[in-house]
């Protein structure tokens, strides 16, 4: 069974980024779950979202203590939340990490150039998503279908667009 925790800003999309992976795994043939933990947070608060993906039946229903890849939406992120999974998964143009195996892509210029903005933040879920999904050696359909699921009309479009240029996109650091 391969763990995920996915670190957020509250507004960024980490809860809907879980949803579409668990969705896009279950498409890939697999069992999934997604789990959000957040309390009475606000926009800009850290929110931790959890995903399981495996082969077999899931029966653990439990928060993440320990997983096997984290994926962090913001570098700011990095000053707040202790990220110590072997494989990271970040979005940044640059990053500065010395974990095992780390992925970047830059979802926030995707979503900046595609003008997926709320309150003038850039909304990176579905860019992540993308990001996630190559990693996680999913076939892009899978992702694009979950898309399908959760968003509709000129959205569904543009968030079909943001996944797959971060699927395009990211990238292995060699540090």
Request: no cysteine; glycine share 8%.
């Amino acid at each position: 069974m391969l763990e995920i925790m996915i670190l957020s800003f509250g507004g960024q999309g980490g809860v809907t980024a879980a949803r579409l992976l668990a969705i896009a795994a279950l498409n890939e043939g697999k069992f999934a779950q997604a789990i959000p933990q957040f309390g009475a947070e606000r926009r800009g608060a850290l929110v931790r979202s959890f995903l399981r993906i495996s082969d077999n039946p899931i029966r653990r229903h439990s928060s993440v203590k320990n997983p096997d890849i984290t994926a962090v939406f913001s570098e700011k992120i990095l000053n707040i939340a202790d990220v110590r999974a072997k494989t990271v998964v970040i979005n940044s143009k640059q990053p500065k990490l010395e974990n095992e195996e780390v992925y970047y892509v830059d979802a926030s210029s995707i979503a900046l150039e595609l003008g997926l903005i709320s309150a003038g933040w850039p909304i990176v879920n579905t860019a992540m998503a993308g990001a996630m999904a190559k990693v996680l050696g999913f076939n892009f359909e899978s992702l694009k279908l979950a898309i399908g699921e959760i968003f509709s009309g000129r959205l569904a479009e543009l968030n079909v667009k943001a996944a797959e240029k971060a699927y395009g996109g990211v990238k292995r650091w060699n540090a």
